[in-house]
């Protein structure tokens, strides 16, 4: 196991802690950090090892598994954080836990093409992707050991610095230099279908960025849509086909990929307007952006909402992309489940 701490725990011992600490001044919410994020650009490589060794701070921390998620998702990778990391050139080459998290933190397929259903955070962090946190065992480790290590995760919010630059070195951060942990894909453990869900479902995103604006943070992942055409409509071949940002704006709310009008009208009118009996916004003089090699290759679309929102921690079952994908942190594998019951 990683360790035994649950929030309410943690919270319990930052409410002692900072009695004894009189290097804390303010009046903030144990555990909430409100300190100004580098912009994208500011990011350096030494800014990101520094990140990176605090992300290590809390994830060998003497936390469950649930709680490590809450950490990661709620407190530390907030939105202005988050949405400075994401913006990152794919050529910036991430530590291995930085990657990981902001990975686990966005919706965007990983390697693989997309998340398979019941995928938690322990399984692609430690199986995965092998990285691996430090681990306390019941038997052997005290209370001292477990506060000891959530240290680094309370001096850095007394210092209310994400960046904090007094952590000490951690438990196998060297593992996490760019490069140095290698792991093979595990292709088998997504299906075509998933895959090919997963593309078709951040194509219609993007096709709203561009048209009418989408938004950054998103509770559950896109659902593609599809209707089927009436019988007294002339011949599908002679369709006008039209397929990106530039369709049919209401196709491209509607997270309809492929927008058709028939020619059998001077006033064109698409075959989802028709059957859903709705004003078309067809228009024939706009130009396909989709040439530019940026539209499918952002450096990353979109993220999750915040766990702070009450929002899963990853998609739904019923989101229709990738097959469905990651679980909630509450929601565990039979494995976890008997880890869980030996804790209690």
């Not at 649950?6 to 009695?19: D, G, I, L, N, W």
């Not at 520094?50 to 290590?56: E, G, K, S, Y």
């Not at 309370?154 to 952590?167: E, F, K, P, S, V």
Request: contains cysteine.
């Amino acid at each position: 196991m990683v360790g035994t701490w649950t929030e309410k725990h943690t919270q319990k011992y930052f409410r002692a802690a900072v009695k004894k600490r009189v290097d804390f001044i303010g009046t903030r919410k144990h555990l909430e950090f409100t300190d100004q994020v580098p912009p994208t650009h500011e990011w350096t490589a030494e800014l990101l090892e520094q990140f990176n060794r605090n992300l290590r701070g809390v994830y060998n921390g003497p936390f469950d598994w649930e709680t490590t998620e809450v950490l990661l998702m709620k407190y530390i990778m907030t939105d202005d954080l988050l949405n400075s990391l994401k913006n990152l050139s794919k050529d910036v080459a991430l530590p291995h836990l930085v990657r990981l998290v902001l990975d686990w933190a966005c919706w965007d397929p990983p390697e693989e093409g997309a998340w398979p259903p019941g995928l938690s955070m322990r399984r692609y962090f430690m199986k995965w992707c092998h990285c691996e946190p430090l681990n306390f065992k019941s038997d052997t480790s005290t209370d001292v050991d477990m506060e000891q290590a959530a240290n680094a995760l309370l001096d850095m919010w007394i210092a209310n610095d994400r960046l904090y630059a007094d952590t000490p070195v951690q438990y196998r951060e060297a593992e996490d230099v760019p490069g140095v942990t290698q792991y093979k894909l595990r292709m088998q453990d997504v299906t075509d279908e998933q895959r090919r869900e997963a593309a078709e479902a951040l194509e219609a995103y993007l096709n709203q960025e561009w048209r009418c604006g989408a938004p950054l943070q998103m509770k559950a992942w896109i659902k593609v849509r599809s209707y089927k055409r009436p019988e007294n409509l002339p011949p599908a071949e002679n369709d006008t086909v039209i397929r990106g940002p530039y369709m049919c704006l209401q196709c491209v709310k509607a997270c309809i990929l492929e927008c058709r009008v028939p020619n059998d009208t001077e006033l064109p009118k698409c075959v989802s307007c028709r059957v859903r009996k709705i004003k078309c916004a067809y228009q024939t003089e706009l130009v396909d952006p989709r040439a530019d090699p940026a539209f499918f290759n952002p450096p990353r679309a979109l993220s999750k909402a915040s766990v702070s929102q009450g929002s899963s921690a990853g998609p739904s079952s019923s989101a229709g992309a990738s097959g469905s994908a990651k679980r909630t942190a509450d929601t565990l594998s039979e494995e976890e489940r008997e880890v869980k019951h030996t804790r209690s």
